[in-house]
């Protein structure tokens, strides 16, 4: 087996060693940004007249609470979206920088180089501009928003029906499972976008790698970018192969689960 296969090798694990940090880290966000659960049934609680409702004419002033559920959202999401970047930054830079190594006996990056590379990539999956013109905070705060008005119409629905607070605390658990999709969507294309960028912005410091091949995606549908651009001879290095600076290759599309493997100059082979 030569280096290039040995690192094709390597870096196949990888993903899917990410792949498997990506779940775990989703099941992370879902439990953090649940917290505001066990925060609501406390409001609830405190609204709550003997006979376990809330009366109509306190719906006002606890619907004006919400704002305070949703700062909350936000900054349980942000959090835990913040250590997702860090650590899927880590695992993909330590991770690649230990695939060469392997490979090719040479070729590593200095601690220094790989913690510059963490930090740059947390500043560039986080002020990223998405497609849909929002940075990181911003789908963060969307997110907040949209739980906030999904809870609004709930809690209002069962205190004008007159319904109980265990109720209420029941319809709101299955508003956050009704969203949760959102939160892993956020995870998957967050996690690995700052994955893949840790890959290639490694690879822009390394003397041994000549180009980043991008793999599609597990859903494999063609229309999809990361299919189109696996299939792209771009630089004429091979279909799929690009140069580290080409940051589409970062963040192909929205829940997008691509993988990225390199290419060795021709002396390492």
Avoid at 159 to 176: D, F, H, L, P, Q
Avoid at 178 to 201: C, F, P, Q
Wanted: aromatic share 8%.
């Amino acid at each position: 087996m030569n280096n290039q296969a040995k690192l094709n090798e390597s870096f196949e694990k990888l993903a899917k060693g990410y792949r498997k940090l990506n779940k775990k880290q989703q099941e992370f966000a879902i439990r953090e940004i649940g917290r505001i659960r066990g925060d609501l049934a406390d409001m609830l609680a405190d609204y709550s007249a003997k006979d376990g409702t809330i009366k109509r004419q306190r719906l006002a002033r606890l619907l004006r609470e919400l704002d305070e559920m949703e700062m909350l959202v936000r900054e349980y999401g942000t959090t835990s979206l913040d250590a997702i970047v860090k650590e899927s930054a880590e695992f993909g830079s330590t991770g690649a920088n230990a695939a060469i190594v392997a490979a090719i006996r040479s070729g590593a990056l200095s601690e220094a180089t790989i913690e510059r590379i963490n930090r740059d990539v947390f500043e560039y999956a986080t002020k990223r501009l998405g497609d849909d013109g929002l940075v990181l905070s911003d789908r963060v705060w969307r997110f907040g928003g949209d739980m906030r008005d999904e809870l609004s119409k709930v809690l209002r629905a069962d205190i004008i029906r007159g319904e109980s607070v265990s109720t209420m605390i029941a319809n709101i658990r299955k508003v956050y499972e009704n969203e949760t999709w959102k939160i892993r969507r956020l995870v998957v294309t967050e996690g690995n976008t700052a994955y893949r960028a840790a890959i290639s912005m490694s690879a822009d410091r390394s003397d041994v790698v000549k180009g980043v091949r991008l793999h599609r995606g597990a859903a494999n549908v063609p229309s999809h970018r990361c299919t189109i651009l696996s299939l792209e001879d771009r630089y004429g290095m091979g279909e799929g192969v690009f140069k580290s600076t080409d940051t589409e290759i970062y963040h192909p599309h929205i829940n997008c689960t691509s993988f990225l493997t390199y290419e060795l100059y021709d002396k390492y082979l």
